[in-house]
Structure formats: structure tokens, C-alpha cells
């Protein structure tokens, strides 16, 4: 039994069709992983489900007093107004728990105080197995396992909400989601903010989810790990796919290939056709080519109107059926008008690919970066002291720790953007410094895409529109604004900057973060 359904749902933007067709179920017990390129509307796919905005399309079901939770992508405003702290926001989940809790205490005090009825007794009696049932003797020890396990110590636990940065605001909101057990947990971008050892607890606790999951991921370890079905997104509509990702991944690679397949068998069929045509149309045999050409005709009207996979429906639904199904525009009834349809079929698509280079405009010289007795921090809030490193030319070194240990201060550091506390550190001779940062908060959000590749590098716009490309920024892509791209599309413009740099050094803060 499904407990969500989505029927036909798409969005439009004026006259841009972001997704169209959605269609599909979540059963009860189903986790889902969806995927698809960055900026094909995952997100809004993801707030459509959860009735944050209407679809331009479609409809979207809920099962009959089924609840849903819902983790943004970005919840810095997620607390506004609210002065709990981290661990009482997370109190309030079980409000109604604490309620019957003082009212046994109470009943526990008036029959201590004297001779309790029978109405009484009845009443404690039947509101203590409702309070054991609902977990009211293990609540607190379930708050400190879902904070332990996404990283917050004791002393962050105390920290009002306000105080919080908007990474742990999402944490936190992770937490209270599965505190409270909606019968459909959705998670956009779940891990992003999480740790290692986090990420493995929240696996763990996904695994065991006894209700239905919807997840957007880019961690393609954690969809293997957690979820039983894929949808893959395109501006076209949704496929599904049983498993997880690896299988999804053979799968998708069988289907790429029996499309090809298909394709050239109809392309075939198509030139087999028209050559009897041509030969026949005027000749003897006008009867038959012209029935050949309205068959034809049909066939390739509805391939470009709902692509290759209409093929095998068109016998069993019959043509009739067919037509109203699919948006089908004049059917061709000359040669001449219908070879100037066959030169509209295309073959399967296939994503595109980011084609990036990284290439060092010089070498640097054999020492990169050496600590000594370095001090990473604040004023007033040391963060970790560095073991004396050393990083030569041509190695790759993987920083890792908990959240909030001091990573992107590090790098702040050796960037010259922080002093350190104490100690010392020296970069090497003629180094080329290139630097990802996590939030991309060098790129100006008023500027479009090519704007802001322009600031950073001139160069012709035939050239930054064919370099922009590659990132798979394409046509109207590169007029965007900053500000109305994804989350991935940001990390890719700043990919394609820092490929511009030609650094020799490259510092590296959650690269993969957004990306698919």
C-alpha cells in the first residue's frame, strides 16, 4: 500500500518547463533515493511533496492520516522567535509524554495522601500502560542518543537556538524529525552537515526506520547503505528503479543500452518504410505506400511526442487512445512533409558530463605547507592544536574530525585569512594558492553565471559561454543569477573559477558537497 502518490505533477516557470509527468508511489515500508542532474528540481520536487508550494501540474496524495516530516537543505531560519535550548527544543517533541507524566505524579501524590478509589486507581492504572506504550520511561535516553549521534557534546546541548549556525540548526532539525517518527521522513540533502561518525549513526538509524523515506543524496555510499528504490529526475518525468544505487547504476546502464537498440531498430523500420514509399507513392502500388505513409506518419508523430518507449503501446492501446494520451502535434501527410519530421528524431540522451581540468600554470617548488607547534583557533577559544605537518609536492592530504573540531579554520589559517593563536606554519616557494570554499561566499549573488566567470577571468563571451559549458552551463544557463541557482550549480561555478586559477596548491573545504 502506497503512502504517497504523485500523478502527472510538473513546473513551469513561463514558458520553462522545469519537470513535467511526474508520476509514481512510495509504499509504506519504501525507502526512496531520488537523483538526477543538479538544478532539474529535486528541491522543488522535494517542497511540492511536503505542500510548501503547488505544483504547476499534477497531484499529490497523502495516505489518509499518514504524517510527514520534512529536512530542508537549508534551515538557518528554522528557530526564529525561539529561545529553547538545543536540548529543549528537542524536550518539546514529547510535550504530550510530559504531560501524563505530571498528571501520574500527581495521581501517585493524591493517592499517597490518602485512600485511593477504585475510579482511582482505574484512571493511573490505565494512564501509566498509555504512558509506558508511548516510550515515557525512556524519552530523555532517546533525546541523548539522537543528540550523541549527531555530534553534540554536552556543553552544545546547552546552547540556545540562536546561537546555532545554520549547519547545526539542520542538525538539529534532523534530530527532532526522528524523535518525533513521521509515518514519511523527507530529507534534502541529509548529510551535508554531518560528520563521519554521524553520517554512519544516521545510516544505521535509516536502516531501521519502520515508516516510508524520501531522500535527495549525492553520497552515493549512503543510498546504498539506506535505501530499496531510486527515482531518477529529468526535465522529462521520473524512471524508477528497484535496489540501490549500484544497482540502479547497472540498470540504468541495460536501459541506455535497449534504448540505443531501439532507436536504431526504428531508425531502420523508418528508412525501410520510406524507401517503399518513394518507389510506390506514384506508381501502382499508390494504395499501399500512401497506407504505409499514414502508419508512419502516426508512429513518428508519437515518438516525438512521448519518445521511444510509446513504441510498444501503440498496437495494444491503438492509435485512438494513444492521441489523447499524448500531446500529439499534425501528423505528416506528404513524403515531404514527413521527411522533415524523421530529421526531428533523435537518439536516447544521455546526462551530460562535467568536463573539467585542473592543470598548475607552474610548478611549485618540493615544500608545500609545514607546521610547528601550531595553534588553531579563536580568542579565547582554542580549537585544536596541529601535530607538527609537513605537505610536499604531489601528495594529497584527506582532513578529517568531528564538526566543529576546527577544519575550515584550519585552512582559514594557512589561507592567511585567520592568525593562528600560536606557533608557526610556512608555505612553500612559488605556490599558487586555489580555494573551494564550503558556503561559496566569494561568489556575488546579483551577478549571473557569466558575470561572475567574467569577474574572475576576461575573455570572450563566445569563449566564457563555451568554458561554461563544459560545467554544464548551457544556452540561458549562463544568465541565471547566483542567487536562484541549486545548491550544486553554485558548486559548479565555482569549480569552473578555480579551474581558471591554475593553483598549484588547492585547498579543498566539503567539494563534494551538492554536487551529483
Not at 500502560?129 to 543528540?147: H, S, T
Not at 507513392?281 to 518507449?309: C, F, N, P, Y
Not at 522533415?340 to 573539467?356: A, D, H, N, S, V
Amino acid at each position: 500500500m502506497a503512502i504517497l502518490t504523485v500523478s502527472n505533477v510538473g513546473q513551469s516557470f513561463g514558458a520553462f518547463d522545469l519537470f513535467r509527468g511526474v508520476t509514481g508511489s512510495i509504499p509504506n515500508d519504501g525507502k526512496v533515493g531520488l537523483v538526477g542532474p543538479n538544478g532539474v528540481g529535486k528541491t522543488t520536487l522535494l517542497r511540492i511533496m511536503a505542500r510548501e508550494t503547488n505544483p504547476s501540474a499534477g497531484v499529490i496524495h497523502l495516505a489518509r492520516g499518514a504524517t510527514m516530516g520534512y529536512l530542508t537543505q537549508e534551515s538557518s531560519q528554522a528557530f526564529n522567535g525561539r529561545s529553547h535550548t538545543v536540548y529543549e527544543e528537542l524536550l518539546t517533541v514529547f510535550d504530550g509524554l510530559r504531560e501524563d507524566e505530571a498528571k501520574l505524579r500527581q495521581l501517585e501524590e493524591e493517592m499517597g495522601n490518602g485512600s485511593p478509589t477504585d475510579e482511582m486507581m482505574a484512571a493511573y492504572s490505565k494512564l501509566q500502560v498509555q504512558f509506558e506504550l508511548a516510550g515515557g520511561y525512556d524519552y530523555e535516553l532517546r533525546i541523548k542518543q539522537v543528540l550523541t549521534g549527531l555530534g553534540f557534546d554536552e556543553a552544545n546541548r546547552a546552547l540556545p537556538l540562536d546561537h546555532l549556525s545554520g549547519g547545526q540548526k539542520t542538525r538539529v532539525l534532523l534530530g527532532r524529525l526522528l524523535l518525533e517518527k513521521p509515518d514519511l521522513l523527507v530529507l534534502d540533502e541529509p548529510t551535508n552537515h554531518l560528520d563521519v561518525d554521524a553520517i554512519e549513526w544516521l545510516e544505521g538509524m535509516l536502516k531501521l526506520w519502520e515508516g516510508a523515506i524520501l531522500v535527495v543524496s549525492h553520497d552515493r555510499y549512503f543510498l546504498d547503505r539506506v535505501v530499496n528504490y531510486i527515482w531518477e529526475l529529468s526535465h522529462e518525468g521520473v524512471q524508477h528503479y528497484r535496489g540501490n544505487y549500484s544497482a540502479y547504476v547497472m540498470q540504468r546502464q541495460d536501459r541506455w543500452q535497449k534504448q540505443q537498440q531501439v532507436y536504431e531498430d526504428f531508425r531502420a523500420h523508418v528508412e525501410k518504410e520510406m524507401d517503399y514509399i518513394r518507389r510506390h507513392i506514384a506508381g501502382q502500388r499508390t494504395q499501399m505506400a500512401q497506407g504505409k505513409l499514414s502508419r508512419l506518419a502516426r508512429e513518428i508523430a508519437a515518438v516525438l511526442a512521448g519518445g521511444l518507449d510509446v513504441l510498444g503501446t501503440i498496437n495494444s492501446k491503438g492509435w485512438l487512445q494513444l492521441t489523447n494520451e499524448l500531446d500529439i502535434g499534425r501528423v505528416a501527410t506528404t513524403v515531404g512533409e514527413l521527411q522533415g519530421q524523421i530529421g526531428e528524431l533523435r537518439p536516447p540522451r544521455r546526462p551530460l558530463e562535467l568536463k573539467m581540468n585542473l592543470r598548475a600554470a607552474f610548478r611549485s617548488g618540493e615544500l608545500v605547507l609545514r607546521t610547528k607547534d601550531l595553534h588553531i583557533g579563536y580568542p579565547g577559544n582554542l580549537l585544536f592544536k596541529s601535530e607538527d605537518i609537513e605537505l610536499r609536492r604531489l601528495e594529497v592530504a584527506a582532513l578529517i574530525g568531528a564538526n566543529g573540531t576546527g577544519k575550515t579554520t584550519f585552512l582559514k589559517t594557512v589561507l592567511e585569512d585567520l592568525e593562528q593563536l600560536s606557533g608557526e606554519y610556512k608555505l612553500g616557494a612559488s605556490l599558487k594558492v586555489g580555494y573551494f570554499a564550503q558556503a561559496h561566499d566569494d561568489l556575488i549573488h546579483e551577478n549571473t553565471v557569466l558575470d561572475e566567470l567574467l569577474r574572475h577571468k576576461h575573455m570572450m563571451l563566445s569563449e566564457a559561454r563555451s568554458y561554461l559549458g563544459r560545467f554544464l552551463f548551457r544556452q540561458d544557463d549562463v544568465f541565471k543569477k547566483v542567487s536562484t541557482l541549486s545548491g550544486g550549480e553554485r558548486g559548479r561555478l565555482a569549480l569552473s573559477i578555480l579551474a581558471l586559477d591554475g593553483a598549484n596548491f588547492l585547498l579543498l573545504d566539503e567539494p563534494t558537497n551538492h554536487l551529483d
